[in-house]
């Protein structure tokens, strides 16, 4: 059997040698399957009749071409152009390969998206107001990678109003956010979604004006995520950057996010998968700057396991808290355990708290322990803050050499989190058990105290003014 390709025809018994190699169970195989038959399988979406005019819609042709390709592996090119599309799927050992001026259009036709039962895991939020259709969809293949400069335009200016209800440090308030049918969950969820997958890339490509999660990674391993410039604006709501759930071996870095939400979420939350045991881990973040509405970063939600987490070299401006660990929401979640997270060399700049880790419930079971801070520099009006609940055990957290510049006079600096039992300090914590402070140093006029704790045990150090 002949394959075709760009320059002719090739033999089949191609395809066998590299299968040869997966066999033999080498991490060659992923490399060598998705860059080297770059150069030899190249499907053009024009090849299939697609038409990059902006209005005529190329589901169909796009997904042609993506299908071709997943017969015997290789790349789908996406010249310069916009091309209009509904739902697409990635198939196993392909790569979809953005040219520099190429856009990917999001149509704002909710019918040229999936169904809600396109796949198992799936599901919609009521709550936030957003359905079970995607843009982009790999469900359960290996070997895939989304390249090139180009850009994927989620169309959210379709779904969204242009003059929001509601907008301040967090984007939106008391279930009411600027979707323009947000009661019918009237537009696509997460966009790009990766469900149960493994050995992924995602390289250099923009995403811009999502209409809800821009990168959804959900129970898959072997990620790699670099150099994404996600810009979806800081006033349309639930427009996370990245998505990590229930992933092992992850690594992103070099990214920009611009978003009406998270930044990036690390989420252990299996219960939809069809592997429930899947463990959120081995996730590393680094040489990343953020700029958001919600978290910068966010660690929780959901009732898994979140370990070994390494976050470094991160600059964070403009967000309602800069590093956020949780490990229950509501009362509905019996809470994800999260330990082992280091936060490394991080710049944290006009935040409403800095850095905040929480227990969320009272009635949570979960833990959140050894939890590491380095290298940490802050300009803020809010504070650091540590708080269990109940039952939650918080331990083991520590401080070191961090730098606070507490922004604006006592005027401004007003207690929004009056529900803990703590003053309005420089640093805050209450049911919680070995907290280590050390070189933590902080600045700015104030008449709050440095420290304030409740019910805390093995607190070793306290915050030094230094004006």
């Given at each position: 059997?002949?394959?075709?390709?760009?320059?002719?025809?090739?033999?089949?018994?191609?395809?066998?040698?590299?299968?040869?190699?997966k066999t033999?169970?080498?991490?060659?195989?992923?490399?060598?399957?998705?860059?080297?038959?770059?150069?030899?399988?190249?499907?053009?979406?024009?090849?299939?009749?697609?038409?990059?005019?902006?209005?005529?819609?190329?589901?169909?042709?796009?997904?042609?071409?993506?299908?071709?390709?997943?017969?015997?592996?290789?790349?789908?090119?996406?010249?310069?152009?916009?091309?209009?599309?509904?739902?697409?799927?990635?198939?196993?050992?392909?790569?979809?390969?953005?040219?520099?001026g190429?856009?990917?259009?999001?149509s704002?036709?909710?019918?040229?998206?999936?169904?809600?039962?396109?796949?198992?895991?799936?599901?919609?939020?009521?709550?936030?107001?957003?359905?079970?259709?995607?843009?982009?969809?790999?469900?359960?293949?290996?070997?895939?990678?989304?390249?090139?400069?180009?850009c994927?335009?989620?169309?959210?200016?379709?779904?969204?109003?242009?003059?929001?209800?509601?907008?301040?440090?967090?984007?939106?308030?008391?279930?009411?956010?600027?979707?323009?049918?947000?009661?019918?969950?009237?537009?696509?969820?997460q966009?790009?979604?990766?469900?149960?997958?493994?050995?992924i890339?995602?390289?250099d490509?923009?995403?811009?004006?999502?209409?809800?999660?821009?990168?959804?990674?959900?129970?898959?391993e072997?990620?790699?995520?670099?150099?994404?410039?996600?810009?979806?604006?800081?006033?349309?709501?639930?427009?996370?950057?990245?998505?990590?759930?229930?992933?092992?071996?992850v690594?992103?870095?070099?990214?920009?996010?611009?978003?009406?939400?998270?930044?990036?979420?690390?989420?252990?939350?299996?219960?939809?998968?069809?592997?429930?045991?899947?463990?959120?881990?081995?996730?590393?973040?680094?040489?990343?700057?953020?700029?958001?509405?919600?978290?910068?970063?966010?660690?929780?939600?959901?009732?898994?396991?979140?370990?070994?987490?390494?976050?470094?070299?991160?600059?964070?401006?403009?967000?309602?808290?800069?590093?956020?660990?949780?490990?229950?929401?509501?009362?509905?979640?019996?809470?994800?355990?999260?330990?082992?997270?280091?936060?490394?060399?991080?710049i944290?700049?006009?935040?409403?708290?800095?850095?905040?880790?929480?227990?969320?419930?009272?009635?949570?079971?979960?833990?959140?322990?050894?939890?590491?801070f380095?290298?940490?520099?802050?300009?803020?009006?809010?504070?650091?803050?540590?708080?269990?609940?109940?039952?939650?055990?918080?331990?083991?957290?520590?401080?070191?050499d961090?730098?606070f510049?507490?922004?604006?006079?006592?005027?401004?600096?007003?207690?929004?989190?009056?529900?803990?039992?703590?003053?309005?300090?420089?640093?805050?914590?209450?049911?919680?058990?070995?907290?280590?402070?050390?070189?933590?140093?902080?600045?700015?006029?104030?008449?709050?105290k440095?420290?304030?704790v409740?019910?805390?045990?093995?607190?070793?150090?306290?915050?030094?003014?230094?004006?």
């Amino acid at each position: 059997m002949y394959v075709k390709h760009k320059s002719g025809f090739l033999k089949e018994n191609f395809i066998i040698r590299l299968a040869d190699l997966k066999t033999a169970g080498l991490w060659l195989y992923y490399f060598t399957n998705i860059v080297f038959l770059r150069n030899v399988f190249m499907f053009t979406i024009t090849d299939c009749g697609a038409v990059g005019d902006g209005r005529t819609l190329n589901t169909a042709a796009i997904q042609r071409a993506l299908d071709e390709c997943g017969k015997t592996g290789g790349t789908v090119l996406v010249p310069p152009g916009i091309w209009l599309t509904g739902s697409l799927y990635l198939r196993s050992n392909t790569e979809l390969h953005l040219e520099k001026g190429a856009v990917l259009l999001g149509s704002p036709d909710l019918a040229d998206y999936n169904e809600l039962d396109a796949y198992e895991q799936n599901w919609q939020s009521t709550t936030e107001g957003w359905s079970g259709k995607h843009l982009i969809l790999a469900i359960e293949v290996e070997n895939v990678a989304l390249t090139g400069e180009g850009c994927i335009d989620g169309n959210g200016r379709a779904f969204f109003d242009t003059k929001p209800k509601y907008f301040g440090t967090i984007c939106w308030k008391d279930g009411n956010c600027n979707a323009k049918d947000y009661e019918h969950c009237g537009r696509p969820g997460q966009e790009i979604v990766f469900i149960e997958s493994r050995n992924i890339r995602i390289r250099d490509v923009q995403l811009r004006d999502m209409t809800c999660w821009s990168c959804f990674l959900y129970g898959c391993e072997n990620i790699q995520i670099s150099g994404l410039k996600i810009d979806n604006g800081i006033r349309n709501c639930n427009t996370d950057g990245i998505d990590i759930d229930s992933c092992r071996n992850v690594t992103v870095s070099n990214c920009i996010i611009r978003t009406g939400d998270d930044a990036i979420a690390v989420r252990g939350a299996p219960s939809r998968l069809k592997d429930k045991s899947r463990i959120c881990e081995n996730v590393t973040i680094q040489n990343c700057v953020f700029w958001v509405s919600a978290d910068g970063m966010r660690i929780g939600v959901g009732n898994g396991t979140i370990r070994n987490v390494l976050v470094s070299n991160i600059v964070i401006e403009h967000a309602g808290r800069g590093l956020h660990l949780q490990n229950c929401y509501g009362k509905v979640s019996t809470g994800v355990n999260i330990s082992d997270v280091i936060f490394s060399n991080i710049i944290i700049r006009q935040t409403t708290n800095p850095i905040m880790v929480a227990a969320g419930t009272e009635n949570s079971l979960a833990y959140l322990k050894n939890i590491s801070f380095r290298d940490i520099n802050i300009s803020s009006s809010g504070s650091v803050i540590v708080a269990g609940a109940g039952r939650t055990r918080i331990e083991n957290i520590s401080f070191s050499d961090v730098f606070f510049q507490l922004e604006g006079t006592d005027g401004d600096l007003e207690d929004r989190e009056s529900r803990l039992h703590t003053e309005n300090a420089v640093f805050r914590a209450e049911f919680a058990h070995d907290i280590r402070l050390t070189d933590f140093r902080f600045t700015g006029k104030t008449a709050r105290k440095a420290i304030s704790v409740h019910e805390v045990t093995g607190l070793q150090g306290e915050p030094i003014q230094i004006d």
